[in-house]
């Protein structure tokens, strides 16, 4: 059986703290009053990447899951 690649999409604002604030809290991370980019770089860390998000302006992490919303050129 194939595996099942899930489709990431953009995600601005709210939706993307939302986003952010969920999986910090799937983690057991404390993202409490913190804001959106280091929530993130948090998480990444939390998760063994480089905490680059929105830090780099190209990037090689085909499988981030904070790829689209970034804005860093893949590379």
């Known amino acids: 059986m ?3 690649i ?3 999409k953009l ?3 709210s939706p993307l703290s939302a986003y952010a ?3 910090a809290q799937e983690l057991g991370l404390d993202g409490k009053g913190m804001k959106l980019a280091n929530l993130v ?3 990444q860390e939390k ?3 480089s905490s680059c998000f929105k830090r780099e302006k190209s990037c090689t992490q085909s499988g981030c899951c904070w790829q689209l919303s970034c ?3 893949m590379e």
């Open 41 to 43: 770089w948090m998480i």
């Open 21 to 23: 604030r969920k999986k």
């Open 47 to 49: 998760e063994g990447h």
């Open 6 to 8: 899930k489709k990431q």
């Open 11 to 13: 995600l601005k604002g």
């Open 71 to 73: 804005g860093a050129k």
């Open 2 to 4: 194939a595996k099942k």
